[in-house]
T-cell receptor
């Protein structure tokens, strides 16, 4: 179990630029989740995948956000035309099965939009 | 949206004391989970309690669940400085096949 890996750990970008984050889940886990966390708050659900299928998206995920999980392995989260309000920690988690399976989180990507 | 609401928001105790954190939620659930987060890191799963369970133990952790009051508590006994972290409850709603919804967390500081 090598754990969930997220890259980069930190990203500073200027408003209006596009950014892409990557998540490598635990290899045998078929579910992959993206959450967003702002300072002093709990993680807020963005989207999740069952293998390569994106099954649910939160209303927080505006049309500037897109996530993919090609071949059901790693996942990418892209934010286009970043805004200052996008500054947050983006957390990826994976799990082996249903929603009562504990989530295994990566250490997140901290995005700062200037 | 966040379903769980932890109480207190922040807690500061001396090493060796017990720490109790509470979580209230709004809808019927299948299970409730507690997670811990060290500053700048991801969350780590601590314990899961199902809706038909009332109490669960894991090492120095004791979790209770009262579905009639829609509340749970996490007790950490004989706290250590290394327990300093934020603690979150998370629920999956019984009404549908929904991902975990997290509360805002309790920030615990254990002073050596």
């Amino acid at each position: 179990d090598t754990g969930v890996s997220q890259n980069p750990r930190h990203k500073i970008t200027k408003r209006g630029q596009n950014v892409t984050f990557r998540c490598d889940p635990i290899s045998e886990h078929n579910r992959l989740y993206w959450y967003r966390q702002t300072l002093g708050q709990g993680p807020e659900f963005l989207t999740y995948f069952q293998n390569e299928a994106q099954l649910e998206k939160s209303r927080l995920l505006s049309d500037r956000f897109s996530a993919e999980r090609p071949k059901g392995s790693f996942s990418t989260l892209e934010i286009q035309r970043t805004e200052q309000g996008d500054s947050a920690m983006y957390l990826c988690a994976s799990s082996p099965g249903d929603f009562d399976s504990p989530l295994h989180f990566g250490n997140g990507t901290r995005l700062t939009v200037t | 949206s966040q379903q769980g609401e932890e109480d207190p928001q922040a807690l500061s105790i001396q090493e060796g004391e017990n720490a109790t954190m509470n979580c209230s939620y709004k809808t019927s659930i299948n299970n409730l989970q507690w997670y811990r987060q060290n500053s700048g890191r991801g969350l780590v799963h601590l314990i899961l309690i199902r809706s038909n369970e009332r109490e669960k133990h894991s090492g120095r952790l004791r979790v209770t669940l009262d579905t009639s009051k829609k509340s749970s508590s996490l007790l950490i006994t004989a706290s250590r400085a290394a327990d300093t972290a934020s603690y979150f409850c998370a629920t999956d709603e019984k009404s549908g096949n929904t991902p975990l919804v997290f509360g805002k967390g309790t920030r615990l500081s254990v002073i050596a």
